[in-house]
């Protein structure tokens, strides 16, 4: 069952005034990646075929997920009247295309898909408690406020189907780490730049992942605090058999930290580059 339902929300506080016009771009590119998540509980489904307890379970969290993009985009047509959410998604949908009849995970495994799905609820949780503790807009604040607590119980979920399977696969640490990294990497892949292609150009601009993911990071990353990371990092911890406090957490905490700056300046300084006018381009499919 959804924990919260899109009509609770109080849409009629939104406060135009009390808009940060940097996270408007932000927003419309989740509100395309959270709704795709019907075919992600599809690709989900077909690689779990013969298990019916994570069939239900992909179920009701592709169910949530959609509302996130659904209350995403509803306000990202607030802040901005001129923008077509159902438009820029179907544009989405129609350039970016999910594997959904895959018959094994492209993990190697089903503890290393569900490691995997851990990695993107964590980041997913960080990412909009950090915008939603940035935003000074009622409404933002409060979305933002219920999808965080989403992904963090939709991490609990694929945490316990993980621990599950891995007493039957018996995934070492270092496999474990492996996919946990690897799926850390691909938050800058197609999904994301693409989402910020069609949300915020214009059709005619040729897609550019470089420019897009840049466009995306470039803004996402002035939102994080050090209290974000450290927090994602010990779920991290967490999800490949580490204690997700203490020192050793703490370390790669502040090195992902410093990582981050060092990465948001270099995307902020893209930024700057022009998009060029015409011609257009998709990605190829994903995973």
């Known amino acids: 069952m959804k924990h919260w339902r899109i009509e609770q929300i109080g849409w009629d506080q939104f406060d135009p005034a009390r808009l940060d016009p940097e996270i408007v771009p932000l927003v419309k590119a989740a509100a395309m990646v959270e709704r795709n998540g019907d075919d992600y509980a599809l690709y989900l489904q077909s690689v779990f075929h013969d298990d019916p307890d994570f069939h239900q379970a992909a179920a009701h969290w592709a169910e949530e997920e959609v509302q996130h993009g659904d209350a995403l985009g509803k306000w990202a047509m607030l802040a901005d009247p001129t923008w077509d959410f159902e438009q820029a998604f179907a544009r989405y949908r129609a350039g970016y295309k999910i594997d959904i009849k895959a018959d094994a995970s492209i993990r190697g495994s089903r503890t290393g898909e569900l490691i ?90 040729p897609y550019s992942h470089d420019r897009c993911i840049a466009g995306y990071m470039g803004r996402a990353m002035a939102y994080y605090r050090f209290r974000h990371i450290e927090r994602g990092m010990g779920m991290v911890f967490k999800s490949v058999g580490l204690q997700p406090r203490g020192r050793m957490s703490l370390l790669a905490a502040k090195g992902a930290w410093r990582l981050m700056a060092w990465r948001r300046g270099r995307y902020q300084a893209l930024l700057a580059k022009p998009a060029p006018t015409t011609g257009a381009t998709t990605p190829a499919m994903a995973a």
């Not at 915008?131 to 409404?139: K, M, Q, R, S, Y």
């Not at 409060?142 to 991490?155: G, M, N, S, T």
């Not at 316990?160 to 474990?176: A, I, N, P, T, V």
């Open 116 to 205: 995997a799905r851990c990695m993107v609820e964590t980041g997913t949780s960080s990412y909009y408690t950090a915008l939603g503790e940035a935003t000074d807009e009622p409404v933002l604040k409060e979305v933002c406020k219920l999808i965080a607590a989403d992904e963090y119980r939709h991490f609990k979920l694929f945490y316990d189907h993980m621990k599950r399977y891995l007493g039957r696969e018996k995934l070492s640490f270092l496999q474990r780490l492996r996919v946990a990294a690897g799926r850390i990497g691909e938050s800058e892949d197609d999904e994301l730049a693409f989402a910020f292609h069609c949300g915020n150009e214009a059709i005619d601009t």
